[in-house]
Nanobody, 122 residues
Framework: QVQLVESGGGLVQPGGSLRLSCAAS????????MDWYRQVPGKQRELVAT???????NYADAVKGRFAISRDNAKNTVYLQMTSLKPEDTAVYYC????????????????WGQGTQVTVSS
């Protein structure tokens, strides 16, 4: 009943910028935290950024000062603004949204996006 659609990935040169979006739709009563992860082939998926329901943010050391996570609660969407991109940022980026589907179900479930490829190369 819940779908997460990611967009915004692509090929950029080092130093460039990209803005990723992840929109949730379907049965959504409330949304808690939202996160962005990334994964490189052969490596474990790593947490990039987190934003709580109250708007507090946390970032991986590798992206601090360059990436910014934000949310639009009216659109059930989380964003990741990426600037000063480096080749080592190349990865598949996944969003994760923790949400309560129905008023009657007093718990949150995790939903993942399908992933969007970000390639930083000259």
């Amino acid at each position: 009943q819940v779908q997460l659609v990611e967009s915004g990935g692509g090929l950029v040169q080092p130093g460039g910028s990209l803005r990723l979006s992840c929109a949730a739709s379907g049965s959504i009563f409330s949304i808690n935290a939202m996160d962005w992860y990334r994964q490189v082939p052969g490596k474990q998926r790593e947490l990039v950024a987190t934003i709580t329901s109250g708007g507090n943010t946390n970032y991986a050391d590798a992206v601090k000062g360059r990436f910014a996570i934000s949310r639009d609660n009216a659109k059930n969407t989380v964003y990741l603004q990426m600037t000063s991109l480096k080749p080592e940022d190349t990865a598949v980026y996944y969003c994760r949204i923790n949400l309560q589907q129905f008023k009657s179900t007093d718990y949150y479930r995790q939903f993942w996006g399908q992933g969007t490829q970000v390639t930083v190369s000259s």
